[in-house]
């Protein structure tokens, strides 16, 4: 087994604090927005890479509030049209009972596909997953820091995400016995719930977890793994990121698909993480393409996404 990729050095955006305090200065704004404004004050998108960034800066730009560091590679995008291409098993086109098929590793589909967000941020990507990409099975985005699930549960709430604002439709709001706030648009809840990935509780105790189903079909990473490779936290004497791959792969069911968007990590060393990290569990499914550069008689891409699905 190939060795894993050298660490990235630790950095505050490792930190469970660095994101509790973005995400609370982001709904701050949300909540001081006047009936006049169209959107409110957004965070300037950030980047890891920058060491010197600031969470208490923002703009006033098109991008959904609290977005951080993919928007400028067109990375939820680019992550949407792979999921809807015809080639994508679990595409609606192949999955919504009018596909021409509903079968799927042998099985006739009884659901639609079920989706998790890890370190689901201010939930954009389920909200352009249901409303452009015509996903209509259960979702829930879970992240470890609370201020992010109220900021997710007042956009959904208040449709605040971009891919609502050319919408008029209207839009249910439900609330299940734990008084846990949920938002349907053409098809099932999406949840939004406080959960660490690295300090899990038992999944029987978790009323979003499909255990029935083995897993979620769908399991989507973008940054998460980036957050957690810069904290410099650690367990037996390793740090956090290298137990990362073993869990992730628990939430996915068998033939299901993991996506994971980095921007911090070359193709190549994403691959080796959740392959050797998985012991071959997790196999390279396929990849999403981005724009390429040269530089110093080197080809390159600043951000990248590769699908990778459970044996």
Partial sequence: MADQPTHLPP???GTKEYWETFYARTLSHLTTKTP???????????DPSNEDTDPDSDADDDSDPGTSWFSEYNAPEKVLDFLTDD????APANTLPSSPSTKWNGKVLDDQPKVLDLGTGNGSQLALLRKKGGYRGEMVGVDYSRQSVELARALQRGRGHSAYRSDSD???EDEDED???AQTEGGTQIRFEEYDILNPVPQDTLDWFPRAN?????????GTFDAI?????MVAEKRVCERYPGVVVGLVREGGFLVVTSCNWTEEEIVRWFVDGTKGELKVWGRVEYPRFRFGGKEGQGVCTVCFQRS
Wanted: proline fraction near 11%.
């Fill in 170 to 172: 209207s839009e249910e």
């Fill in 229 to 233: 490779s810069l904290s410099e936290e």
């Fill in 214 to 222: 083995g897993g979620f079909d769908i399991v989507l990473d973008k």
């Fill in 179 to 181: 008084g846990a706030e």
């Fill in 87 to 90: 080639e994508f098993p679990l």
């Fill in 36 to 46: 006049e404004t169209d959107h409110p004050a957004n965070p300037e998108p950030q």
């Fill in 11 to 13: 950095s505050e955006l």
